[in-house]
T-cell receptor, first 116, second 110 residues
Framework: DAGVIQSPRHEVTEMGQEVTLRCKPISGHNSLFWYRQTMMRGLELLIYFNNNVPIDDSGMPEDRFSAKMPNASFSTLKIQPSEPRDSAVYFC??????????????FGDGTRLSIL | SQQGEEDPQALSIQEGENATMNCSYKTSINNLQWYRQNSGRGLVHLILIRSNEREKHSGRLRVTLDTSKKSSSLLITASRAADTASYFCAVLHNNNDMRFGAGTRLTVKP
């Protein structure tokens, strides 16, 4: 079975540009999570969806970040405008259940984002 | 905020030795999970241990949970070079999402 698929794997762009990260969760999973990982802050939860509905976006750093899940098989994380401090590895994960932590999460291999 | 905190931050051992990593947390939990992350890859789930369990095994992995001390440990026996990775524990936060600690970086030397 295919795992969580993220694209692109790497993104390098100049500050001020719009960045869109994409995620395809595992088929049948109804919870989806976006994380950001940096050396300084570790792994931070940005937002998570259950049945395509955003449940908790308290981790989204500011209004420049937005996430959507138009259907059960696709989600995007958008940064507009991007800034150098947004440089990080962004992970998408999916799981069964309501996101209550009673199920393991399956991670994609991440998007390494560099904002120049 | 509620999240696991791993100890030590880094651990270097020889192949064949055992590796023990610890995780502490602050409030009551429903379960605790351990994950592994290889360099440049996403996290991979290893074990979930529920609050009413004290020990769980999976191959060369053994996880213990002491809810009275609010701590868990991950033991990897007979380590291999391929076990080199970062290991994270994760606990529930506000019953809605999991929070990960900073991880333990394990290096197994051949």
């Amino acid at each position: 079975d295919a795992g969580v698929i993220q694209s692109p794997r790497h993104e390098v762009t100049e500050m001020g540009q719009e960045v869109t990260l994409r995620c395809k969760p595992i088929s049948g999973h109804n919870s989806l999570f976006w994380y950001r990982q940096t050396m300084m802050r570790g792994l931070e939860l940005l937002i998570y969806f259950n049945n395509n509905v955003p449940i908790d976006d308290s981790g989204m750093p500011e209004d420049r970040f937005s996430a959507k899940m138009p259907n059960a098989s696709f989600s995007t994380l958008k940064i507009q405008p991007s800034e150098p401090r947004d440089s990080a590895v962004y992970f998408c994960a999916s799981s069964l259940g309501s996101g209550s932590g009673n199920q393991p999460q399956h991670f994609g291999d991440g998007t390494r984002l560099s904002i120049l | 905020s509620q999240q696991g905190e791993e100890d030590p931050q880094a651990l270097s051992i020889q192949e064949g030795e055992n590796a023990t990593m610890n995780c502490s947390y602050k409030t009551s939990i429903n379960n605790l999970q351990w994950y592994r992350q290889n360099s440049g890859r996403g996290l991979v789930h290893l074990i979930l241990i529920r609050s009413n369990e004290r020990e769980k095994h999976s191959g060369r992995l053994r996880v213990t949970l002491d809810t009275s001390k609010k701590s868990s440990s991950l033991l990897i026996t007979a380590s291999r070079a391929a076990d080199t990775a970062s290991y994270f524990c994760a606990v529930l936060h506000n019953n809605n999402d999991m929070r990960f600690g900073a991880g333990t970086r394990l290096t197994v030397k051949p």
